[in-house]
């Protein structure tokens, strides 16, 4: 069974910046597609950031330029970098994984469909 945990939550002040982790365990797996959700209250999960198995990345538009997603293939750890924060990104950020999908689109990689593995969440909370 295959396990995700999120770290590096917190709260920042508007234009600060956040590193998240996300480690998959318990997985005979070699690689894993991974991406980052988020869900602010009262909003429906959205795709944020995604990484393939090939290191092909996809970024919703609200964040290119400012988020930074990458991952360690051999230990199976993907890594958010969320520069220049503003008060809408605060929200639940979630960690997802799937190990079959590749060369997704940036619709399919940004959809919470394409993942069968998810992660608790870890709070991002950006002051203004």
């Known amino acids: 069974q295959v396990q995700l945990a999120e770290s590096g939550g917190g709260s920042v002040q508007s234009g600060g910046s956040l590193r998240l982790s996300c480690a998959a365990s318990?997985?005979?797996?070699?690689?894993?597609?991974m991406a980052w959700f988020r869900q602010a209250p009262g909003k429906e999960r959205e795709g944020v950031a995604a990484?393939?198995?090939?290191?092909?990345?996809s970024y919703a538009d609200s964040v290119r330029g400012r988020f930074i997603i990458s991952h360690n293939n051999a230990q199976n750890i993907v890594y958010l970098q969320m520069n220049s924060l503003k008060p809408e990104d605060t929200a639940m950020y979630y960690c997802?994984?799937?190990?079959?999908?590749?060369?997704?689109?940036?619709?399919?990689?940004?959809?919470?469909?394409?993942?069968?593995?998810w992660g608790q969440g870890t709070q991002v909370t950006v002051s203004s």
């Open positions: 990484i393939g198995r090939d290191s092909d990345t």
């Open positions: 318990g997985s005979t797996f070699s690689r894993f597609s």
């Open positions: 997802a994984a799937d190990p079959w999908s590749h060369g997704m689109t940036t619709r399919q990689a940004l959809g919470e469909s394409s993942y069968n593995y």
